[in-house]
């Protein structure tokens, strides 16, 4: 069964300046994998998604993510976080339009 | 993306009672998943609803507590039965595929008292 591992539970980050959540995942077949995002007392949120093809995805709010597969891994990036990016993020994992597992999530405190 | 119509999206129960919670989508979808996302946690599955048989539990959650319909392939609904307090999460209802988005559900937002 997959399996995802949210390796943070919190990062604090200064405004403006570059963060990376990492995200690995475990699973027997060949997967799809998301980032959610989940604003304060809000929805869930796609942000990206890796299919198939190129291994750097790009999502909304200028932020990205790079399938790994040898180290089966789905970091998210973003180059230059503001305040509104203040918000739980969640990596998850699909084997093939099943169900989606998700990870612990990641709590983004953005620092004045 | 399909567009997923979630309700109550809000509601206060007391103790002992039963909450059906209804998600229509717009388009027709084969599979439709009710999720669990208790207070300051991640989303948990709860169940996958197939049009013309039984839902799929996953463990740790059954029909009896967890009652789920799927009369279509529009519509589906799910019963949070006999609540007490620690039922008090938010549920959602979800998509996925290609041409639904992986979309979610606003969700439903239960309190037990």
């Known amino acids: 069964a997959q399996s995802v591992t949210q390796l943070d539970s919190q990062v604090p980050v200064f405004e403006e300046a570059p963060v990376e959540l990492r995200c690995n995942y475990s699973?027997?077949?060949?997967?799809?994998l998301f980032w959610y995002v989940q604003y304060p007392n809000q929805g869930l949120q796609l942000l990206l998604k890796y299919l198939s093809g190129s291994t750097l995805v790009k999502g909304i709010n200028g932020f990205e993510a790079e399938f790994n597969k040898s180290q089966t891994s789905f970091h998210l990036r973003k180059p230059s976080v503001h305040i509104s990016d203040t918000a739980e993020y969640f990596c998850a994992v699909s084997e093939f339009d099943d169900k989606i597992i998700f990870g612990k999530g990641t709590r983004l405190h953005i620092l004045p | 993306s399909a567009v997923i119509s979630q309700k109550p999206s809000r509601d206060i129960c007391q103790r002992g009672t039963s909450l059906t919670i209804q998600c229509q989508v717009d388009?027709?979808?084969?599979?439709m998943f009710w999720y669990r996302q208790q207070p300051g946690q991640s989303l948990t599955l709860i169940a996958t609803a197939n049009q013309g048989s039984e839902a799929t539990y996953e463990s740790g959650f059954v029909i009896d507590k967890f009652p789920i319909s799927r009369p279509n392939l529009t519509f589906s609904t799910l019963t949070v039965s006999n609540m007490s307090p620690e039922d008090s999460s938010i549920y959602l209802c979800?998509?996925?595929?290609?041409?639904?988005?992986?979309?979610f559900g606003s969700g439903t937002r239960l309190t037990v008292v």
């Open positions: 699973s027997s077949v060949s997967v799809y």
């Open positions: 388009s027709q979808v084969t599979m």
């Open positions: 979800s998509v996925t595929g290609t041409s639904y988005g992986y979309t």
